[in-house]
């Protein structure tokens, strides 16, 4: 497994993150063998949101009552969590960003997960009321605290981070983004730049990409093997994606790895440095998904396989 110092940080973090998104409903037994298995791969890093489960704290709850883990086992891991939606119970949800509500949320996830102190706490998603004062209020409150060490977004463009960073003290380290082979206008934009009557060539992200690169923000990878939006995995799915899978399949019979190691790897393969989140509860699929965390894919392959998603090169 792929390890690295985070940038902005002091931590040393794997490349691949298990997401807790769906553990809600597994009994202690099942979440248990699910962390284990990723702490054998060589995960050391889990990514959670005060919403998953449905309920509020509701998977950062689970996780903690099933694993009970000592201050020492705690000091092990990488923990990250997530604050700003706030569901209305009508089927609906809105975003606060407001100092109040990150403030009472980290405190919220901090009883959840039964620990002390939060590594990363993550904006989650945007909010078209922020105001930038208010989250660098409660970033100074919970860090001079010693409740949360870092900070980061998810789902921010450029200009939506570079408003925050006017107020904000602390570097933000992360911003979580949906990325997958065949989900990857982030980095298919920059291969078609300027290139008339071609959907691939808007810019929809401000650059994100480069600037997360230059200003040593961690991209953070989620629905790493969603063919869309929640449209289903594009592994296996030969009658949707069969180029795609032709070449998944050759390249992981190639490195003898899975062949969900090979759709991890080509996310890892990027110099950017990302980490790919995992939001699988199977074991298997999680020990699959590690494989691919240093999977050597040459330059001929990874545009291979961006070819065989559909995007094109001039």
């Known amino acids: ?58 998977c950062e709850r689970r996780f903690a009552d099933a694993l009970k883990w000592s201050s020492a086992q705690r000091e092990k891991v990488i923990l990250q969590t997530k604050a700003g939606i706030v569901p209305t119970g009508q089927g609906w949800a809105y975003f606060d960003f407001s100092a109040a509500h990150l403030i009472e949320a980290a405190e919220g996830s901090l009883k959840a997960l039964g620990t002390d102190y939060i590594d990363i706490l993550l904006l989650h998603r945007p909010d078209a009321l922020v105001e930038p004062e208010e989250v660098a209020q409660a970033f100074d409150q919970l860090q001079g605290s010693g409740k949360v060490r870092h900070f980061g977004v998810s789902n921010h463009s450029r200009s939506q981070i570079e408003l925050l960073q006017a107020a904000v003290r602390q570097p933000l380290v992360a911003n979580q983004l949906q ?64 180029k795609l899978n032709e070449v998944i399949d050759r390249l992981a019979a190639k490195y003898q790895i899975s062949p969900i190691g090979i759709a991890t790897a080509w996310i890892t393969r990027h110099p950017a440095n990302m980490q790919v989140v995992l939001g699988t509860t199977s074991p298997a ?20 396989l961006t070819l065989a998603a559909g995007y094109i090169t001039p």
């Open 179 to 242: 990325l997958s082979i065949t989900h990857a206008p982030i980095v298919a934009q920059g291969l078609s730049i300027n290139m008339q009557g071609l959907d691939q060539s808007v810019a929809r992200d401000d650059g994100v990409l480069d600037f997360c690169r230059r200003q040593n923000i961690t991209i953070q990878a989620w629905s790493p093997f969603q063919r869309g939006f929640f449209d289903g995995t594009f592994l296996g799915d030969g009658e949707r994606e069969p």
């Open 285 to 304: 699929r999680v020990a699959g998904a590690a494989e691919g965390s240093e999977a050597p894919l040459t330059k001929p392959e990874w545009y291979e």
């Open 1 to 58: 497994m792929k390890t690295f110092t985070l940038p902005g940080t002091d931590l040393r973090v794997s490349n691949v993150v298990a997401g807790m998104m769906r553990i809600a409903d597994k009994s202690d037994a099942e979440i248990r063998e699910l962390v284990t298995t990723a702490i054998d791969a060589g995960i050391n890093f889990f990514d959670h949101a005060d919403v998953y489960g449905g309920q509020a704290h509701k």
